[in-house]
């Protein structure tokens, strides 16, 4: 090994070091020691101290702390990191690829990441001021990762076995999503869901959404199950408009199945309609007047009533029979409502009977049944009748 002593060394445009075991160049202090500073080995690493190897590839190798002003790099792959505490201010993350990151924790204010995978994550402790997770794959997460101090309740979407704990509480643990404390977007009313759940496995996903409602008029659903990937709803309830409504769809309702049976057979136990609305009477033999025609239809019951005048057939020897039922009913020939009436011949006839033609005027006799006929009314004859009946619709 030669040693050269002088303080400053000038002209000089390579050096190139002596073959053989001796194959080195170092640099040393002139300490009591003589320490050995800097060192080229035969490979051409760099080795400064016994703490940083740079390796003519472009590898470096830190055992100490490493302080930096920027960190710059687009589309980065960080992999096969050990563990580490990362503190202090954060960068943006975007595009990156963070894949087998080991146990490691992360305090300090984090960035934004967006646009990232994150896979194949081991338990990890993530605490500070959390940033927007925006359009980021968060998968193969294992269990206890945690994730606390959730100060501006950000939302984190995707990924399995991750706790957010402290002010949102939530826990994916790959089969239940749980919330235990406060979980809310802070965006402007009606700028994006509060929350959203899907299932990603199935090829037909179902999603759950919860929405901020809005203006008055928006409509926005606060709950909305649906199948995602058909974008067909189930099951919603809105409070849009100022009215809180639940919003059942085709083949959906009430399920009572859980209560004991009164009948026999297998009877449907599934409540799934309610309507309102009105109805136009209509008479068999000529015209008639109305009013007062409402129904009510729940589940297969339907209620109607009507008020009824101006028959403009006053001659046929035929039962008043009026039509223009609101549904078809499933069920005829029984005793359906009650009717009163005046300016009619014919007293007494007091029950609505519900045939397949429509609604007939019956009343009790001495013979037999009998019933309202058109030949037993005059211009100033007129009905008040209400009557229900059953509906397969």
């Known amino acids: 090994m030669t040693v050269v002593n002088p303080k400053s060394i000038s002209g000089i445009n390579s050096i190139t070091t002596g073959s053989g075991s001796d194959n080195l160049l170092t640099i040393h202090t002139s300490d009591a020691s003589s320490t050995e500073r800097v060192r080229i080995n035969s490979s051409g690493d760099v080795i400064v101290g016994s703490g940083i190897t740079v390796s003519p590839d472009g590898d470096i190798f830190a055992t100490g702390v490493t302080t930096a002003t920027t960190f710059s790099g687009s589309g980065a792959n960080l992999t096969n990191l050990p563990a580490a505490n990362i503190t202090g201010t954060l960068p943006a993350i975007s595009a990156a690829n963070l894949t087998n990151v080991p146990a490691a924790n992360i305090t300090g204010t984090l960035p934004a990441i967006s646009g990232a995978?994150?896979?194949?994550?081991?338990?990890?402790?993530?605490?500070?001021?959390?940033?927007?997770?925006?359009?980021?794959?968060?998968?193969?997460?294992?269990?206890?990762?945690?994730?606390?101090?959730?100060?501006?309740?950000?939302?984190?979407?995707?990924?399995?076995?991750?706790?957010?704990?402290?002010?949102?509480?939530?826990?994916?643990?790959?089969?239940?999503?749980?919330?235990?404390?406060?979980?809310?977007?802070?965006?402007?009313?009606?700028?994006?869901?509060?929350?959203?759940?899907?299932?990603?496995?199935?090829?037909?996903?179902?999603?759950?959404?919860?929405?901020?409602?809005?203006?008055?008029?928006?409509?926005?659903?606060?709950?909305?199950?649906?199948?995602?990937?058909?974008?067909?709803?189930?099951?919603?309830?809105?409070?849009?408009?100022?009215?809180?409504?639940?919003?059942?769809?085709?083949?959906?309702?009430?399920?009572?199945?859980?209560?004991?049976?009164?009948?026999?057979?297998?009877?449907?136990?599934?409540?799934?309609?309610?309507?309102?609305?009105?109805?136009?009477?209509?008479?068999?033999?000529?015209?008639?007047s109305y009013s007062k025609a409402n129904y009510t239809k729940i589940g297969r019951i339907v209620y109607l009533a009507a008020y009824l005048n101006n028959f403009s057939d006053n001659s046929t020897n035929d039962s008043v029979t009026i039509q223009g039922l609101p549904f078809t009913p499933s069920v005829t020939g029984v005793a359906a409502g009650s009717v009163m009436y005046k300016d009619v011949a014919d007293a007494n006839r007091t029950v609505v009977y519900l045939e397949t033609t429509g609604f007939i005027f019956y009343g009790g006799d001495t013979g037999g049944y009998d019933q309202a006929r058109y030949n037993e009314l005059s211009g100033s004859s007129s009905f008040y009748m209400q009557a229900w009946f059953l509906t397969n619709s």
């Open 117 to 288: 995978n994150l896979t194949n994550l081991p338990a990890a402790n993530i605490t500070g001021t959390l940033p927007a997770i925006s359009g980021a794959n968060l998968t193969s997460l294992p269990a206890q990762a945690t994730i606390a101090n959730n100060s501006d309740n950000r939302v984190i979407t995707g990924g399995s076995g991750v706790n957010l704990n402290g002010e949102s509480n939530v826990t994916f643990d790959g089969t239940t999503f749980d919330i235990n404390g406060k979980f809310e977007n802070t965006a402007a009313a009606g700028g994006d869901y509060v929350a959203k759940f899907q299932n990603l496995t199935p090829a037909t996903p179902y999603t759950v959404q919860i929405k901020e409602p809005g203006s008055a008029t928006d409509g926005y659903p606060l709950i909305n199950i649906s199948n995602n990937a058909a974008d067909t709803e189930y099951f919603r309830v809105d409070s849009g408009r100022g009215v809180t409504k639940l919003v059942m769809h085709a083949g959906a309702g009430i399920d009572f199945s859980a209560t004991a049976n009164g009948g026999t057979g297998t009877p449907s136990e599934l409540l799934d309609d309610y309507e309102e609305g009105t109805w136009v009477p209509d008479a068999r033999d000529g015209s008639l």
